[in-house]
C-alpha cells in the first residue's frame, strides 16, 4: 500500500507540476457562482471566502427562493509547519500562511478558479430576454463525465511551497442540494511563487491545516435580532461526533438517516442581549412575526488522509473541533521574518490550544455550557469570550509531514437546514399573536406533539429542530461521499424554457429534456408564482407518467392570469422513481432542480393599445387596505391606454408630481404611487393627464385613501 501511494503521490505531483508550466495567474478577487440548488454561494481565487461585498455580507445563501437569505460572514483558513526555510534561506521555527486577499503576491499565488457544468445550462426567456446573459462567462467548459452537477476548482501556491487544490462539488438533486462538498488536496510542491520554478525542495514537517467559518444565520436577523447580527456577533456555536470512534463504521440509513456521531460543528443565531424579547430564530415583530432566522449552519467532517502514504481515515481527527471567538487570531501579517511570534501564536492554535487563552475556545458544546441547555437563557453567546466578532465554528487538522511532491487530502461537506419558510410563517404568526396578547397562555403543540403554555418553549422547539435537520443533511453528504457520488440522478431540465406575455394568456414553452430517452422519465411539471419571486410557487400544469395529462406537452398556455399581476414560473422534467431504489435518499419521483429555468423577470397580461375615450383607472378609488394586486402593495393601473402617451399626475391644486412615459405600444401601464421625487403620495384626490403624440388628450380624476 506504501509503495503504491508513493508511486501515486510522484505521479500527481508531476501532473500538478505540468499544469502549474501551463497556468497562469488569476486574480485574487476572481470568484465563481454556483447558481443551482437550494444552497447558493461565491466561491474566491484565494481559497477561502469573505462575505463582505462593501454593502452586506453575501453567500452561503438559503434557501435561495427568497431574498435576504445570506448566510455567509468570513471563513479564515490558515496552513503551518515547523523547521521550515523560506526561498530566501531565512529559517523559520514556525511558518504560516493566511487564506486572504490581503495576501495576494506575498504569501499566497492564486493559479486557477474555474467551474464546470456536468451539462449545458438551459436557455431561459421572458418577452424576449435572455435571463442568462448576466451569468455569461460563469461556466467554464461542458464536462459530462463528471458526476457532481457543478465543480469548482481552485488552486493556490503559497511561500510555504504548500499549493492546495479546491474542489468544491455541488449537486442539483433535491435531496442533496443543500450542501457543498469540500476536497481539499494540499501538496509539497515546492512552489513557492506564481511562476513554474521550484524554489523549495526540502519536506515539510509538523504541517498543521485549519479554518474558522463564523455565519450571520441570515441577512434577515440583521434586523430582526441587530446589534452586529449582520457579522454574527451573537451566533452559537456547537458540535458533534465526540464519539466517533465508536460508530464510524456504522451505516447511516433511510431508517435511521439523523446520528449524532458524525463529526460536525454547526451554528444558528443567538440571543442579542439588547432585545427585551426572545428573539430566537428572529420574529420579525415588524409585520406579522414569520421567523427570520430558521438556520443551522456549518460543516461535516468526511474525511482526513492519517498520512500522505495512507490514505485511510484518520478517525482521531481534526485535532481541534469546537467554537473559538471571532475576532482572537495571530495576526501573521505578510510573512516578514519580524513576525516570528504571530506565527508560534498560529502553529499554536492550529495544534488545538485557542489563541488568547482557553476562555477564548474550547471544544465543548458551546451552548450547552452556558446555557445548561435551557431553550429559553437569554445568555449572548458573544458575552462567553467578550469578542464582539461574534464566534467560529473552528476545526483544525494534523500534523503532516510531506516530502517534496507528497499530499494529503481533507474532506468535508458545508451545508445549510432549518425551518421551512412555510413553518417560519405558521410558528412566527401565531408567537406574536401571543406576544401581542398578555395572558395567551395558549396551549401551544411543540414538535413532538405534546403542548406547552410558554410561547418561547414553543417557538424556541420548534427553531432547534434545525439541529436534527443539518445532522440529516450531513449524514446525507456522508453517503453521496462514501458511495463516490453514486446518488441516483434525476431527469435532465428542458433545454430551454420560453415565456411570453400575451393579451389574454402568458404562453409558456420548452425544448425537450436530453433525458426524454431515459427508461424512469417521467414528464414535466410547471410552477407559477404571483405577485413576487420572494414566494410560494404552486404546479398548474403537468404531463406524462402520471399525470392527468399523459401525452407529452412542450407548451402550456395559461390563461387564469389577472391583468396587472406580475407572474414568475420555473418548469421540471420528473421521473418515475423507478431507478431511486438506493439507501442514499428517500425513494420516489426525482426532479430537475427548479433554479435551471425559475424565471427572475416578471410576466404579465397586456391589453391592446386603447384609446382617449377607453381610458380607466383601477382601482379608483385606491384604498391602501385593500390590496389590488397581490404582493403589490401602492400600485395603480392605467388601462386601454394609447400604445404611446405620456401621462402626467397633478394634486388637486395643479402641482405636477409624477411623469411616465408610456412607449411599449400596449394599452396597459402601471404606477407606484410615488412621485418623480421618490416620494409616496398621501390620501387625496389626484387628476391623471393623457395626451397622444398629436397633442389630443384628455383628463381623469382618481382618489387615493390612505
Known amino acids: 500500500m506504501k509503495i503504491r501511494r508513493s508511486i501515486i ?32 454561494s461565491q466561491f474566491s481565487a484565494y481559497g477561502s471566502e469573505r462575505g463582505w461585498n462593501n454593502s452586506y455580507y453575501e453567500g452561503m445563501i438559503w434557501p435561495a427562493d427568497y431574498r435576504f437569505q445570506d448566510n455567509a460572514v468570513i471563513k479564515r483558513a490558515w496552513a503551518a509547519s515547523r523547521d521550515f526555510k523560506d526561498k530566501n534561506g531565512a529559517f523559520w521555527s514556525r511558518y504560516g500562511v493566511y487564506y486572504t486577499q490581503d495576501a495576494e503576491g506575498i504569501g499566497l499565488f492564486p493559479m486557477e478558479l474555474t467551474q464546470t457544468s456536468r451539462f449545458q445550462p438551459p436557455n431561459v426567456y421572458v418577452d424576449g430576454n435572455d435571463l442568462g446573459v448576466i451569468f455569461a462567462g460563469e461556466i467554464d467548459a461542458i464536462d459530462p463525465d463528471q458526476l457532481a452537477d457543478r465543480i469548482i476548482t481552485n488552486i493556490v501556491n503559497s511561500s510555504m511551497g504548500l499549493t492546495m487544490t479546491r474542489k468544491i462539488y ?62 454574527g456577533k451573537h451566533t452559537w456555536v456547537t458540535r458533534r461526533g465526540e464519539d466517533y470512534s465508536l460508530h464510524y463504521q456504522e451505516a447511516i440509513t433511510p431508517d435511521n438517516p439523523i446520528v449524532d456521531w458524525l463529526r460536525a460543528g454547526f451554528s444558528w443565531a443567538g440571543q442579542g442581549e439588547k432585545n427585551t424579547f426572545d428573539n430566537i430564530g428572529g420574529p420579525d415583530l415588524t409585520a406579522t412575526g414569520r421567523l427570520t432566522s430558521p438556520h443551522h449552519t456549518g460543516s461535516v467532517v468526511l474525511h482526513v488522509d492519517r498520512s500522505a502514504l495512507d490514505p485511510e481515515d484518520w478517525i482521531a481527527q481534526p485535532v481541534f473541533l469546537g467554537w473559538h471567538a471571532g475576532d482572537t487570531y495571530p495576526k501573521i501579517g505578510d510573512q516578514r521574518i519580524e513576525n516570528v511570534d504571530a506565527m508560534s501564536d498560529l502553529y499554536e492554535m492550529l495544534s488545538g490550544h485557542p489563541f488568547g487563552g482557553s476562555n477564548m475556545g474550547d471544544t465543548t458544546r458551546m451552548d450547552e455550557v452556558f446555557t445548561g441547555g435551557d431553550i429559553t437563557d437569554p445568555f449572548d453567546p458573544w458575552k462567553a469570550h467578550n469578542d464582539g466578532g461574534g464566534t467560529n465554528v473552528m476545526m483544525t487538522y494534523g500534523p503532516f509531514d510531506l516530502a517534496l511532491g507528497e499530499s494529503i487530502h481533507i474532506v468535508e461537506a458545508e451545508g445549510i437546514n432549518g425551518l421551512s419558510r412555510e413553518m417560519c410563517r405558521v410558528i412566527g404568526e401565531r408567537w406574536q399573536q401571543a406576544y401581542n396578547t398578555p395572558g395567551d397562555n395558549g396551549p401551544f403543540t411543540l414538535p413532538d406533539g405534546n403542548e406547552t403554555t410558554d410561547m418561547n418553549v414553543f417557538k424556541n422547539s420548534w427553531v432547534y429542530t434545525g439541529k436534527d435537520s443539518i445532522m440529516l443533511t450531513f449524514g446525507r453528504a456522508k453517503r453521496n461521499y462514501d458511495s463516490g457520488f453514486t446518488i441516483p440522478q434525476p431527469p435532465q431540465p428542458p433545454q430551454s424554457f420560453t415565456v411570453e406575455s400575451g393579451g389574454d394568456l402568458i404562453y409558456t414553452s420548452w425544448l425537450p429534456s436530453l433525458s426524454e430517452n431515459d427508461a424512469d422519465f417521467g414528464g414535466y411539471r410547471l410552477f407559477r408564482a404571483i405577485g413576487e419571486l420572494d414566494t410560494t410557487f404552486e404546479e398548474i400544469f403537468a404531463c406524462g407518467f402520471g399525470t392527468d395529462n399523459p401525452e407529452l406537452s412542450y407548451y402550456y398556455d395559461d390563461i387564469s392570469p389577472v391583468r396587472g399581476q406580475n407572474y414568475f414560473y420555473y418548469l421540471v422534467a420528473f421521473n418515475d422513481g423507478s431507478e431511486n431504489n438506493t439507501t442514499l435518499n428517500p ?18 397580461l397586456k391589453r391592446k393599445a386603447g384609446n382617449l375615450e377607453k381610458v380607466r383607472i383601477v382601482p379608483n378609488p385606491y384604498n391602501i387596505n385593500q390590496e389590488a394586486f397581490l404582493g403589490q402593495p401602492d400600485k395603480l393601473a392605467f388601462y386601454d391606454i394609447p400604445g404611446v402617451c405620456t401621462i402626467r399626475i397633478y394634486t388637486e391644486r395643479g402641482d405636477l408630481i409624477k411623469t411616465i412615459q408610456h412607449t411599449d405600444g400596449s394599452g396597459d401601464e402601471f404606477w407606484l404611487l410615488s412621485t418623480d421625487a421618490l416620494q409616496v403620495i398621501s390620501s387625496g384626490i389626484y387628476i391623471a393627464h393623457f395626451e397622444q403624440p398629436d397633442g389630443r388628450s384628455i383628463l381623469e380624476k382618481f382618489i387615493v385613501i390612505r
Open 587 to 604: 425513494s420516489g419521483s426525482l426532479h430537475s432542480n427548479r433554479f435551471y429555468t425559475r424565471t427572475t423577470q416578471a410576466a404579465t
Open 170 to 231: 455541488a449537486f442539483s438533486q433535491q435531496y442533496h442540494d443543500n450542501y457543498f462538498i469540500k476536497e481539499f488536496t494540499f501538496t509539497n510542491t515546492g512552489n513557492a511563487d506564481w511562476d513554474a520554478d521550484i524554489e523549495l525542495t526540502d519536506s515539510l514537517l509538523g504541517v498543521r491545516i485549519g479554518w474558522g467559518t463564523r455565519y450571520s444565520m441570515g441577512r434577515e436577523a440583521n434586523w430582526t435580532i441587530g446589534d452586529g447580527q449582520s457579522w
Open 9 to 40: 503521490a510522484i505521479l500527481s505531483f508531476v501532473l500538478l507540476l505540468g499544469l502549474s508550466m501551463v497556468q497562469g495567474q488569476v486574480d485574487a478577487s476572481l470568484k465563481r457562482y454556483v447558481r443551482i440548488g437550494s444552497l447558493q
